[in-house]
């Protein structure tokens, strides 16, 4: 029900929503779980296994029980937690994991069958008989497992990534959050503060205090431009060097509409972090605590003040703490009626103005669909107390999830009877407030002044004067008290359904690790990931083994924090975010000469230029391969990879990576290198450039530019992290052009005004009509060839210059088909040929890897097998007469019958040569390179391809390297 003057929703703003059918009213600033409540709905869900009727438990993202599916025009999202739902106009939602209908779901039946559906009854039922398995038992789990369901149709939603950098991230905007924002904002540090709540303020929003000072703090932070507030922002996860994710609900509040981003998942790197994520209250393992009605005592506290509602008319608390009594003088100033509170406490104080029992636990309760009735035990005499809410309060979990996320562990603390974090877990981090133990509102202000202040100091930022407010500052006092002993079920985990009993079986079978109890009984598996019930899981484990809590230690906490929709996390994944259309800055100009366009590692790329007359492609082919060889051509090679590589350790960075050494190479030179992965097979090939004394630029293929960049970062994390080496890819920031041919000197002196000459496999900084660029004397082609790069903004207009001044030498423009005839001529190698599964010895390159140093793949690359007579080995292939080859054709002896044991080799790279008049291939056969001037046979059953070939040398034209090196 709703009481007036309480709460912080706008009475002014009447919303309308519907919940399994039935429409109902709430206001703006309502939750799922307050207009619910507000309107006496108290079943909200059914629980995983026994299907038993449940309610809200919380007030915020640990939420097990409201778990409901939020339908839209386009989809249907399940397992929305219904206390972070917010309440828009027309917002319809539905009850899951119930057939037919909510209060009367068939499957409760288990609930029945509960003693023959204890912990680990599937692994011991479903064994016999065997061939019952796929036709029966596993449909029959399969239909039963999970909650929520999905549409089954494609999610239309939009989603979005971002990412973000600041000095200190805060993380929770409660009063720990809020004064250390406030203190690092004064100061000048750039400050993101994230809290996953609509509205940032934490407990002071539940407790209603200190509001006037929470409304000037977030008024001075938005003020401030070097401050961000992030709400509705939950931070899932904490991983290397200082990087966050988080999660926001950009649109997830307001109605449907098309274009509005329903999520976007956030990258945040921070030099420094502090958690203030407060503390989670958590449950007592008594007879009947799950029902309707059942909830926390904070939680009836925050529903008061923030949403002024109260889940009943009678409310009744349990606690083992102090903090229960902070809610029940709330609800008594708001005259609602506090029949008693149950304190476990033998010398708990008293609370004026209320009955409280002294010494007293409940033992258990009535009512089907909602709590009607509790059972106390007080001085070994059982009453009942009719009331329809019970608000528990078994202590408070500081909630270290985030510092646990690098592999920490939290510590057991006596006193507070919960883990805290471990100093250090996470670097650069500070957990403050109540994420560290420290409960009182005065206590977490002066907490996070306190980790700003060293956040500061770290930064090198000088700490600015931030008053703090007057505040409660009580002492926080708990008798622990984890299960009320009692021969019925008592539950633990509500999501999943485990009971005190599940824990203690788990133990008397064996299964005592904490790791072992979890997986046997599913304990903390649930949507929840067990943040209200882990730690009196662990206790009643402790319990059953005779072991403390601390030696039994806590199951591992992994990101995301909260659940991340996949969606979220794959933002621009789809269709062409998931495969991007990659674009020359030529390719207009391609397009006007009439290309047609060939995707090659996601860029487009023109296949071929035709000229009027020319009726296929092998026409305009040809002619592109004899003007490169007799005149110029001019082919756009940008979408090679580039990285840029800098530092003192740049050229021992290399060493380690390619084969061959490179920290030798003078400035101004380039040289080939070969790269291999750790199993001793080739990753890539390509060039790499001396620029300056600590200077790299790499040159990789265009299919594994991102694989590279990726093993880089790998090599460089992995085995020489502290080494003086930074590289970026820039493939994107150069256009860059191959100009090759007997005339590519030529051309490329009128562009530059100056003579081109520069020695083979050498680079020079350039300066053509007044834009800086970079010119290489390398050659794809094997004729004299140079690259000339220029920033991208210049690429266009370089393209079509150096096309018009090669058109007027008897020249032009060639594509990918004649790019891939002049390598196979020249014997050059593509990831046809290091498809994954060749080494250096393979592709005859066995002496690139040098003998005076270690390098990746090394030791791999001379294991037995790597090496030898018997391992396929790349070769030239020529027909003996003018059939075409195909690639992908199996090589066999002439003999030899045509089954897969007798294949010797295959087929990688075929062509037609203009230049050879001849069609050749590259191939890999069984010692191939001591078969030269064998005849072997050809086959390619599936285009009934049946050719001898000549096996050669893989280098067709111009062996020696003459014109290569003219």
């Given at each position: 029900m709703?009481?007036?003057g309480?709460g912080?929703i706008d009475r002014?703003?009447?919303?309308?929503?519907?919940?399994?059918?039935?429409?109902?009213a709430?206001y703006?600033?309502?939750?799922?779980a307050?207009a619910?409540?507000?309107?006496?709905?108290?079943?909200?869900?059914r629980?995983f296994k026994?299907?038993r009727p449940?309610?809200?438990l919380?007030a915020?993202?640990?939420?097990?029980?409201?778990?409901v599916?939020v339908?839209?025009?386009a989809n249907?999202?399940?397992?929305t937690?219904?206390?972070?739902?917010?309440?828009?106009?027309g917002?319809?939602?539905?009850s899951?994991n119930?057939?037919?209908?909510?209060?009367?779901?068939?499957?409760?039946?288990n609930d029945?069958?509960?003693p023959?559906?204890?912990?680990?009854?599937?692994?011991?039922?479903?064994m016999?008989?065997r061939?019952?398995w796929?036709?029966?038992?596993?449909?029959l789990?399969r239909?039963a497992?999970?909650?929520?369901?999905?549409s089954g149709?494609h999610?239309?939603?939009?989603y979005?990534?971002?990412w973000?950098y600041?000095?200190?991230?805060?993380?929770?905007?409660?009063?720990t959050g809020?004064?250390?924002?406030?203190?690092?904002?004064?100061?000048?540090?750039?400050?993101?503060?994230?809290?996953?709540?609509?509205e940032?303020?934490?407990r002071?929003?539940?407790?209603?205090?200190?509001?006037d000072?929470r409304?000037?703090t977030l008024?001075?932070?938005e003020?401030?431009p070097?401050?961000?507030?992030?709400?509705?922002?939950?931070?899932?996860?904490?991983?290397d060097?200082?990087?966050?994710?988080?999660l926001?609900?950009?649109?997830?509040?307001?109605?449907p509409?098309?274009?509005l981003?329903?999520?976007c998942?956030?990258?945040?790197?921070?030099?420094?972090?502090i958690l203030?994520?407060g503390?989670l209250?958590?449950?007592?393992?008594?007879?009947?605590n799950d029902r309707p009605?059942?909830?926390?005592a904070?939680?009836?506290?925050t529903?008061?003040n923030?949403?002024?509602?109260?889940?009943?008319?009678?409310?009744?608390?349990?606690?083992?703490?102090?903090?229960?009594?902070?809610?029940?003088?709330?609800l008594?100033a708001?005259?609602?009626?506090?029949t008693?509170?149950?304190?476990?406490?033998?010398d708990a104080?008293?609370e004026?103005?209320?009955?409280?029992?002294?010494g007293a636990?409940?033992t258990?309760?009535?009512?089907?669909l909602?709590?009607?009735?509790?059972?106390?035990l007080?001085?070994?005499?059982?009453?009942?107390?009719?009331?329809?809410?019970l608000?528990?309060?078994g202590?408070?979990?500081?909630?270290?999830h985030?510092?646990?996320?690098?592999?920490?562990?939290?510590?057991w603390?006596?006193?507070?009877a919960?883990f805290?974090p471990?100093?250090?877990?996470?670097?650069?981090?500070?957990?403050?407030?109540?994420?560290n133990?420290t409960?009182?509102t005065?206590?977490?202000?002066?907490?996070g002044?306190?980790a700003?202040q060293?956040s500061?100091?770290?930064?090198g930022?000088?700490a600015a004067?931030?008053?703090?407010?007057?505040?409660?500052d009580?002492?926080?006092?708990?008798?622990?008290l984890?299960?009320?002993?009692?021969?019925?079920?008592?539950w633990?985990?509500f999501?999943?359904?485990?009971?005190?009993k599940?824990?203690?079986?788990?133990?008397q079978?064996g299964?005592?690790s904490?790791?072992?109890?979890?997986r046997?009984?599913?304990?903390g598996?649930?949507?929840?990931?067990?943040?209200n019930?882990?730690?009196?899981a662990?206790a009643?484990l402790?319990?059953?083994?005779?072991?403390?809590?601390?030696e039994t230690?806590t199951t591992?906490?992994?990101?995301?924090?909260?659940?991340v929709?996949?969606?979220?996390m794959g933002a621009?994944?789809?269709?062409?975010?998931?495969?991007?259309?990659?674009?020359?800055?030529?390719?207009q100009?391609?397009r006007?000469?009439g290309?047609?366009?060939?995707?090659?590692?996601?860029w487009?790329?023109?296949s071929?230029f035709?000229?009027?007359?020319?009726?296929?492609?092998r026409?305009?082919c040809?002619?592109?391969v004899?003007m490169?060889r007799?005149a110029?051509?001019?082919?756009?090679?940008?979408t090679l990879?580039?990285?840029?590589?800098?530092g003192?350790d740049?050229?021992?960075f290399?060493?380690l990576?390619?084969?061959?050494?490179f920290?030798?190479?003078?400035?101004?030179?380039v040289?080939y290198?070969?790269?291999l992965r750790?199993?001793?097979?080739?990753?890539?090939?390509?060039?790499?450039a001396?620029l300056?004394?600590?200077?790299?630029?790499m040159t990789?293929?265009?299919?594994?530019?991102?694989?590279?960049?990726?093993?880089l970062?790998?090599?460089?994390?992995?085995?020489?992290?502290?080494?003086?080496?930074?590289?970026?890819?820039?493939?994107?920031?150069?256009?860059?052009?191959?100009?090759a041919?007997?005339k590519?000197?030529?051309?490329?002196?009128?562009?530059?005004?100056?003579?081109?000459?520069?020695?083979f496999m050498?680079?020079?900084?350039?300066t053509?009509?007044?834009?800086?660029?970079?010119?290489?004397?390398?050659?794809?082609?094997?004729?004299?060839?140079?690259?000339?790069?220029?920033?991208t903004?210049?690429?266009?207009?370089?393209?079509?210059d150096l096309?018009?001044?090669?058109?007027t030498?008897g020249?032009g423009?060639y594509?990918?088909e004649a790019?891939n005839?002049l390598?196979?001529?020249?014997?050059?190698?593509?990831?046809?040929?290091?498809?994954?599964?060749?080494?250096?010895f393979?592709?005859?390159?066995?002496?690139m890897?040098?003998?005076?140093?270690?390098c990746?793949?090394k030791?791999?690359a001379?294991?037995p097998?790597?090496?030898?007579?018997?391992?396929?080995?790349?070769?030239?292939?020529?027909p003996?007469?003018?059939?075409p080859?195909?690639?992908?054709?199996?090589?066999?002896a002439?003999?030899a019958d045509?089954?897969?044991?007798?294949?010797?080799?295959?087929?990688?790279?075929v062509?037609?040569?203009p230049?050879l008049?001849?069609h050749l291939?590259l191939g890999?056969?069984q010692?191939?390179?001591?078969?030269?001037?064998?005849?072997?046979?050809l086959v390619d059953?599936l285009?009934?391809?049946d050719?001898?070939?000549?096996?050669?040398?893989?280098?067709?034209?111009?062996?020696?390297?003459?014109k290569?090196?003219a």
């Amino acid at each position: 029900m709703r009481i007036d003057g309480k709460g912080s929703i706008d009475r002014t703003r009447p919303l309308s929503f519907t919940f399994d059918g039935r429409q109902y009213a709430a206001y703006k600033g309502d939750t799922l779980a307050s207009a619910l409540l507000a309107n006496d709905v108290r079943l909200v869900g059914r629980s995983f296994k026994y299907h038993r009727p449940r309610g809200v438990l919380t007030a915020g993202s640990e939420e097990p029980n409201a778990l409901v599916e939020v339908v839209g025009p386009a989809n249907v999202t399940p397992n929305t937690r219904a206390t972070v739902q917010e309440v828009f106009e027309g917002l319809e939602a539905r009850s899951q994991n119930r057939w037919p209908s909510l209060s009367w779901d068939v499957m409760e039946v288990n609930d029945l069958a509960s003693p023959f559906l204890s912990a680990g009854f599937y692994y011991k039922t479903f064994m016999w008989p065997r061939r019952f398995w796929e036709g029966l038992y596993e449909p029959l789990i399969r239909r039963a497992a999970g909650l929520g369901r999905l549409s089954g149709k494609h999610d239309e939603g939009t989603y979005e990534k971002a990412w973000a950098y600041c000095d200190l991230l805060v993380i929770g905007a409660g009063p720990t959050g809020l004064a250390a924002a406030l203190a690092a904002g004064r100061a000048g540090a750039k400050v993101i503060l994230a809290d996953e709540g609509s509205e940032m303020g934490g407990r002071l929003l539940s407790d209603a205090s200190l509001g006037d000072w929470r409304v000037a703090t977030l008024a001075e932070l938005e003020s401030l431009p070097n401050v961000r507030l992030m709400t509705r922002t939950t931070v899932t996860g904490a991983y290397d060097d200082g990087t966050f994710g988080a999660l926001e609900r950009v649109g997830l509040h307001r109605r449907p509409r098309p274009n509005l981003p329903r999520e976007c998942f956030w990258r945040i790197v921070a030099h420094r972090s502090i958690l203030a994520a407060g503390a989670l209250e958590r449950p007592i393992a008594f007879a009947g605590n799950d029902r309707p009605g059942i909830m926390m005592a904070s939680a009836l506290s925050t529903y008061l003040n923030r949403y002024g509602v109260v889940p009943g008319r009678s409310v009744t608390f349990f606690a083992n703490n102090d903090s229960a009594r902070m809610a029940a003088r709330a609800l008594i100033a708001a005259g609602v009626p506090v029949t008693a509170i149950l304190d476990s406490r033998a010398d708990a104080p008293d609370e004026p103005g209320t009955m409280v029992h002294k010494g007293a636990v409940v033992t258990g309760t009535r009512g089907r669909l909602g709590l009607r009735q509790i059972t106390m035990l007080k001085n070994g005499q059982e009453t009942t107390i009719e009331t329809d809410c019970l608000g528990m309060s078994g202590g408070w979990n500081p909630s270290v999830h985030l510092t646990c996320h690098m592999n920490g562990r939290p510590r057991w603390s006596e006193d507070l009877a919960a883990f805290v974090p471990s100093e250090g877990a996470v670097p650069g981090l500070l957990a403050a407030g109540a994420a560290n133990g420290t409960f009182s509102t005065h206590g977490c202000l002066s907490a996070g002044l306190a980790a700003a202040q060293d956040s500061l100091q770290a930064l090198g930022l000088k700490a600015a004067d931030v008053a703090l407010p007057e505040a409660e500052d009580r002492p926080y006092g708990i008798d622990p008290l984890w299960a009320v002993p009692g021969k019925k079920r008592a539950w633990l985990d509500f999501a999943n359904d485990v009971t005190v009993k599940d824990v203690a079986l788990s133990a008397q079978e064996g299964f005592r690790s904490v790791e072992h109890m979890k997986r046997y009984t599913t304990q903390g598996m649930a949507p929840d990931q067990g943040k209200n019930s882990n730690v009196a899981a662990l206790a009643v484990l402790a319990d059953a083994t005779g072991r403390g809590i601390r030696e039994t230690g806590t199951t591992t906490f992994r990101p995301p924090y909260t659940p991340v929709s996949i969606a979220a996390m794959g933002a621009g994944g789809r269709a062409e975010g998931f495969a991007p259309q990659r674009f020359l800055t030529s390719d207009q100009a391609s397009r006007d000469r009439g290309a047609p366009m060939i995707e090659a590692g996601l860029w487009y790329r023109p296949s071929y230029f035709p000229k009027p007359g020319e009726t296929t492609w092998r026409q305009s082919c040809d002619r592109e391969v004899q003007m490169v060889r007799f005149a110029v051509g001019v082919a756009d090679v940008s979408t090679l990879g580039k990285i840029d590589i800098q530092g003192k350790d740049a050229g021992r960075f290399l060493d380690l990576v390619y084969t061959n050494t490179f920290s030798t190479l003078s400035v101004g030179k380039v040289r080939y290198g070969l790269m291999l992965r750790e199993d001793g097979h080739v990753l890539d090939d390509g060039t790499t450039a001396r620029l300056a004394e600590n200077h790299w630029l790499m040159t990789t293929t265009t299919a594994a530019a991102g694989l590279v960049m990726r093993h880089l970062d790998f090599v460089h994390q992995a085995f020489c992290a502290n080494w003086d080496v930074r590289f970026i890819s820039v493939t994107e920031a150069w256009a860059q052009f191959a100009v090759a041919g007997p005339k590519a000197r030529d051309l490329l002196s009128s562009a530059l005004g100056r003579d081109a000459g520069l020695p083979f496999m050498g680079v020079t900084d350039i300066t053509i009509q007044g834009v800086q660029g970079r010119l290489f004397r390398i050659s794809f082609s094997g004729e004299e060839g140079y690259e000339i790069a220029v920033p991208t903004r210049y690429g266009e207009a370089l393209f079509r210059d150096l096309t018009a001044r090669a058109e007027t030498m008897g020249g032009g423009l060639y594509g990918m088909e004649a790019l891939n005839v002049l390598r196979i001529e020249k014997g050059f190698i593509t990831h046809a040929e290091i498809h994954g599964r060749t080494t250096a010895f393979d592709i005859g390159m066995a002496k690139m890897v040098s003998a005076k140093k270690d390098c990746i793949g090394k030791a791999a690359a001379a294991r037995p097998g790597m090496v030898g007579d018997h391992r396929q080995q790349l070769v030239g292939l020529k027909p003996l007469s003018d059939s075409p080859l195909t690639a992908g054709a199996h090589l066999f002896a002439q003999n030899a019958d045509l089954t897969r044991e007798n294949s010797a080799g295959y087929v990688t790279s075929v062509c037609y040569s203009p230049t050879l008049a001849s069609h050749l291939a590259l191939g890999f056969l069984q010692n191939g390179r001591a078969r030269h001037g064998e005849t072997i046979r050809l086959v390619d059953r599936l285009r009934d391809i049946d050719v001898l070939c000549l096996v050669c040398d893989p280098i067709f034209h111009d062996p020696q390297g003459e014109k290569l090196r003219a």
